[in-house]
């Protein structure tokens, strides 16, 4: 092992020791309750089942009591929604984020109050603001339908988060606010760290603004861009606290972690519960691996 | 001075002033929701009819100790992000600029602790912060929020490391420099934007984690803000004292945005960035 | 000189020896004076801020009578957080509480970790709600004394009902004719949101309170009888749904798919709704000063499901236990009594309205002096439904949650009440496996 490998391990060797003193057990635990049949009530008596949890007759997948398929299970129906909440959510804050930053990169007088303004919603305890829109999307005394009554964009009030049409979206659109600023601080400090040489070459060569964009400026932010999708990625898969208080948690409504957290906590059933959760991981980890190859994220990739 | 068209800087502001408006509206609402009580808090009016303190004096004098619970969170989060970004910058130089086998593997390993959700993992930390000591300080805490945060961390550290120009490392060597001086006093400068970035997200983070903090932490004096709003009560079982929930939201948003004006200085002085030229 | 100082020196020597040889003597004589049990109890009884004053006070009298000191432990305000936690610490076998308030739903959760209270309540259940002392024992077992209870009731708009010359509805189809009537009535284009009926309809647990009513009101059982069979599935259960569905979208709003007790009290107490369903705890809110509809309001049982139903109301309420990890039980229990005893509920009632689970109380004229109404609570609490929770045991909140997903189902006109009440029958039995 030559020199320069011998520092990076030592250099690494804080980070590793402390995350498998810290996390290896409860992760392993996790996993490890997955293969058998364990109720809260009683950890002492568990008791090894094999893949009963995932495959067996009144497990995740392949259950024989799912009358109407797979999809229409509840596990089945979490997998759906927290896909298409992860898909929107994940594409409308990036864009939105992309924006902002590329707003807040300009010069302008008023930038520092603005930048801090944008930080506001990623600021804001997430129970909090999900609470804070729940009574502002309220249908009897919320102030949006007051609003919206009185532009006269809508007839009668609308209820929001309890409606099924509504609700997934008035999710989504929550969950832009609160995350945008997340987004849009991570490309600003890529966009600050770029070379001004670039783009004054550019400009002196006369190009327009939206090739400069395509062609130099998203190409240079590419890495961190990145890293902060697979991260909101990660983050949207697990979504729970704003769908938990926002709306009206029932089954049809229910995010994969949402139901991890009814079974482990609530039904007190940890084998069946860490099963979904050891699932959950493994969705979670195909769906990123499926992301970085799609967008060619390079992981031993040699320095600049 | 760059040379802006007019029509440039009037859609620059508009955007500026809309971008603002959307941010902080909600927020606005929370205040002016701490300014009201009683029957006014279900009225739709944006501003209180009859402003009062009550809700924040009821804060500071109510059967919590909200006070020590602000210091709390202090502590936990400043703690946590000093470890993470200790540990993050070191691990981000080997992880960014030195060639090894495995490296592909080790980051993906970090990134699969970012995988689980934290209620799979609740009690398996329970049990390891009890046989740890740390059961019931707020300053065991500090431990699953680092271990939590780093993934993050290396990650976005990691990459901004790689960014870097290997002419001003190759410099440093030949100047006879080691590794430590290199990370800290070559690269730290450069990586201001990064490193404020990722300490403010990390900060956040710890300073609003509830599920953790509200099984670890029984004792009152040793709890953290989120828990402390979430055991706000009002005067009966049902009733959700939205007066007093919004005031303690505020207060516990203040600093946050104070810290973000603080540092955001720092996310703009990349423009060292272009020290290699020459 | 020194023979002279050697006496003296001897006989101070002498002295001091014989002190040193009582000391232990007069040390222990003191010990054993001073009561054995000087223990500190910690009890977690409350939420919010009433609770905790009248936690306070009760248990410092307490503390005064018997020479221990009391703790007080806080929880969460989110019963389903409480009992998550109090699971997660019960597993770590935790001393961190003794005494802990215990939600009506939860003796069959947590039975394996609570003290039998019989050989320290020498027979003074007898003096509670028949219905809640049965709610709490398990196996033969006491595990919590009856502090205070609830049960649903029917709010509805006096001047409303006068000024349209209708009487309080007997049956929900009454309900259903006079909110419709009232509803089209009132609803001018300054007043567009008056809605007839509101209620929590969320899929929580108080929607399985709210649905269970309807049910038991149209004889359609409990969902899972006493034995342990699951009864939900049967024409009268189907015939309750499907009438409650029929309300959304016609006198009650959309919006109560995701309203929990307090959205329905908003409403309620602006003025916007004629009728309402909720739990008593409303009742002096709605009667404050700055409320617009302070005097305008009365209670009756909830109505009952066609002419041959029944009156049902879900019995809510909480009870106090000692956990079996507590060290120190005598003490515990003994807290216990004295805080469940006739004058400490009698006090509360007065002073904070809470309901007394002693049928006595409610003719104390002390009691309904301070608080009128709670004089026709008497029957609605003899009668009231409890919840399938002690006969399905650690395996409620999964019943539950079924039950309140196919009633969402239903309410959310995703299924008709047949399909939901079959599907939940195939649901349970799952559940159930072989037995609770």
Known sequence: MNNRTRTAWLFLAPMIILMIVVAAWPLGRSIWFSFTETNINDLAASRFVGFENYFGEFGLFANPNHSEGFWRSDWGVSIRNTFTFAFFSVGLETLAGLGVAMLLNQEFRGRAFVRTAVLVPWAIPTIVSAKMWGWMLHDQFGIINQMMVNAGLIAQKVAWTADPQYAMWTVVAVDVWKTTPFMALLILAALQTLPKDCYEAAKVDGVHPLRLFWKVTLPLIKGPLLVAV????????????????????????????????????????????????????????????????????????ESA | MKHRPLWGTVVLYALAALVVLISVYPFLYAVSTSFKSGAALFDTNLWPTAPSFANYIGLFEGSQPFGRHLLNSIMVATLTVTCAVLLGVTAAYALGRIQFKGKGLLLLAILGVSMFPQVAVLSGMFELIQSLGLYNRALGLVVPYTIFTLPFTVWILTTFMRQLPKELEEAAIMDGCGPLRIIFLVFMPLLWPALVSTGLLAFIGAWNEFLFALTFVVDDAERTVPVSISLISGANAFEIPWGSIMAASVVVTVPLLALVLVFQKKIVSGLTAGAVKG | MNVQMNRQSRYSLFLTKLVAAFVPVIAISLAAMTPAHAVTVTIACGTNGADFEFCKRHTGEWAKKTGNTVKLFSQPISTTDSLALYRQLFAAKSTDVDIIIVDVVWPGIIKDHLLDLKKYSKGVESQHFPAIVANNTVDGKLLGMPWFTDAGLLYYRKDLLDKHGLKVPDTWEDLAAAAKKVQAAERTPAAADFQGFVFPAKAFEGLSCVALEWVASYGGGSIVDSSGKVTINNASAVKALNTAASWIGTISPNGVLNYAEEDTRGVFQNGKALFMRNWPYAYSLMQAPDSPVKGKFGVAPLPKGGAGGKNAATLGGWQLAVTKYSKVPDAAADLVMFMTSAEVQKDRAIKGSYNPTRPDLYKDKDVIAANPFMASLLDVFTNAVARPSTATGIKYPEVSQAFWDATHDVLSKKSTGEEAVRKLEGRLNQVKRNKW
């Open chain 1, 230 to 301: 697979i991260f909101r990625l990660l983050d949207a898969l697990r979504v729970f606290d704003l769908i938990f208080v926002l709306t009206s948690n029932s089954s049809s409504t229910i995010s994969m972690s949402g139901f991890v957290r009814r079974e482990m906590i609530d039904n007190g059933n940890m084998g069946y519960g860490s099963a979904a959760s050891t699932s959950l991981f493994l969705i979670i980890f195909l769906a990123a691996f499926i992301f970085m190859r799609l967008a060619r994220v390079k992981l031993s990739e």
